[in-house]
């Protein structure tokens, strides 16, 4: 019988996923909370390189799960904890936040992603201006946050075994799908990697197209992120809040798993990814439980697509993108964001799509 592992605080018993197969060779690396992992590497980082000291106030913007990781990591280093948020914090994860200690303000509803992003990041250096011993974590654009994501690269290495790998997850600030690909390419040979978007963000070039549902915030971005490296990225999905609805319905009927809106996003494309490729093993991650969608997703379930139907429109430029859901062979390349077709001298010399 094997020894029962006894964590000395919380974080570190829900840091890492667990592997569920959900088919022949489709997987899921199911978080409780993605980012802890990510985060407590990043703030042990921080003070073991003096960048931070012991009882210093860590800061950051979050619209959901960076702020629980934040909280998590200070309440078991001893530090002071600060968040700036979004409205769309609900009030279950708002109250762990102050029981925890955390100091969190939110700005005011804006009508648009941009806009409240932009406003967390001003009242951030206001913050800064007016206290200059404050850390700003900037999980947006500080790469320490990319370290995290080693270990769990090894955990999905030794799991997934006996095929090529093929990686699905929401890009958001870059640093879960980013990291873990390099770690992957490290470890387990040549990974392919997926990353899903969100219509109306501007990280692969897709703001000018609006969801009529909502943006899924925590994949995408209405500001430049420096963490997202948009050479690590094979292809491109933007997939619309319909869609994710869909993928996350079909996720909890289909296999018992209650994740949020980005992970039926990533089960989405992954599904259609490993149906298609059954050389490959293919993973995707579930960054959260979905708790905090019952509501605004879950309650919706009767209007839930059925999956076998939805088929992305396969696209070679940017100016191509369609609702409610693109593919695009993105073929590692940079991105011009001044460009309304980049990348297309890398896309148009391959096939337009996943397949």
């Not at 654009?141 to 030794?158: K, Q, S, T």
């Not at 390349?333 to 309304?340: E, I, L, N």
């Amino acid at each position: 019988m094997s020894a029962v592992a006894v964590h000395a605080h919380i974080s570190d018993a829900i840091k890492a996923p667990d592997l569920v197969r959900l088919g022949p060779n489709l997987y899921v690396a199911r978080f409780e909370t993605m980012k802890v992992y990510s985060t407590l590497v990043a703030v042990e980082r921080l003070l073991a390189s003096g960048r931070i000291r012991p009882g210093a106030t860590l800061m950051d913007s979050s619209s959901g799960i960076y702020a629980y990781a934040l909280a998590l990591a200070c309440h078991k280093f001893g530090l002071k904890c600060r968040i700036v948020g979004s409205k769309t914090v609900d009030k279950t994860l708002m109250v762990q936040l102050r029981i925890l200690g955390a100091t969190v303000e939110q700005v005011e509803p804006q009508a648009t992603l941009k806009l409240d992003q932009s406003l967390r990041v001003a009242r951030i250096r206001e913050l800064m201006a007016a206290d200059p011993d404050l850390h700003w974590m900037q999980q947006y654009h500080d790469d320490i946050h990319y370290c995290g994501y080693e270990p769990v690269a090894e955990l999905i290495a030794a799991g997934v075994r006996g095929a090529p790998l093929t990686l699905v997850g929401g890009v958001g600030s870059g640093c879960s799908t980013g990291g873990l690909a390099c770690a992957l390419r490290e470890r387990a040979g040549e990974a392919e990697l997926i990353g899903v978007q969100p219509f109306g963000s501007m990280t692969f070039g897709c703001e000018h197209i609006e969801d009529p549902g909502i943006i899924i915030a925590g994949i995408g971005s209405s500001i430049p992120f420096r963490n997202v490296r948009h050479a690590l990225y094979d292809q491109v999905h933007w997939v619309s809040f319909d869609y994710g609805l869909s993928g996350a319905v079909a996720l909890l009927r289909e296999h018992a798993l209650f994740a949020g809106l980005s992970s039926g996003c990533g089960y989405l494309v992954a599904r259609r990814e490993a149906l298609l490729n059954p050389q490959r093993n293919v993973v995707f991650l579930a960054a959260d439980t979905g708790h905090r969608y019952v509501e605004g997703v879950f309650a919706q379930h009767a209007d839930a697509l059925a999956l076998d139907a939805l088929q992305p429109t396969p696209v070679e430029r940017l100016d191509q993108l369609r609702l409610p859901w693109s593919a695009m062979r993105w073929n590692r390349a940079a991105f011009d964001p001044a460009s309304a077709v980049s990348p297309v001298s890398m896309a148009a010399a391959q096939p337009a799509a996943a397949h």
